[in-house]
């Protein structure tokens, strides 16, 4: 169910976005998905070779693809002005790593979200809850 929120938040998105994980596994993963239904992205994480991770950030940040599916190892240094939306797939480990991560939207100041998906069973574990938190990172 979370993988098709995913999608279907994606699908009515304004690009470019980014969707940070906490592993590179599910960078990978989500990166897949979002190849598979036709999204232009691709995935970023510390364990990739430095040449491999400078092809991935160069083709995001020239707009060459959509949506960078990445682990907290994107993101020093990052000043692309135009991301519209930040979405985190899994709680982060620390309030300061979410604020530093949602900044990275809306930087030329238009509108960018900032979403957590937050997942769990109902009382009776028949179906699934979900919640999304959209904050405005800037309102232009």
């Known amino acids: 169910p979370k993988q098709r929120e995913l999608l279907s938040f994606i699908r009515t998105a304004t690009m470019p976005g980014i969707v940070y994980t906490s592993g590179r596994r599910t960078a990978e993963n989500l990166a897949g998905l979002l190849l598979a239904a036709g999204v232009k992205a691709a995935y970023y994480h510390g364990e990739m070779k430095a040449d491999d991770r ?3 950030s160069d083709a995001f940040m020239s707009g ?5 599916c990445a682990t907290k190892a994107f993101g020093m240094g990052i000043d692309k002005p135009d991301i519209r939306f930040v979405l985190h797939y ?7 790593q979410y604020w ?6 809306g930087r030329d100041g238009d509108r960018a979200d900032s979403t ?4 769990g069973w109902n009382s009776d574990n028949r179906e699934i ?3 999304s938190v959209l904050r405005p990172v800037v309102e232009g």
């Open 54 to 56: 400078a092809k991935v």
């Open 64 to 68: 060459q693809m959509d949506v960078l």
């Open 90 to 96: 899994q709680i982060t480990e620390s309030i300061e």
């Open 100 to 105: 530093q991560e949602a900044g990275r939207g």
């Open 116 to 119: 957590t998906a937050l997942h």
């Open 129 to 131: 809850l979900t919640l």
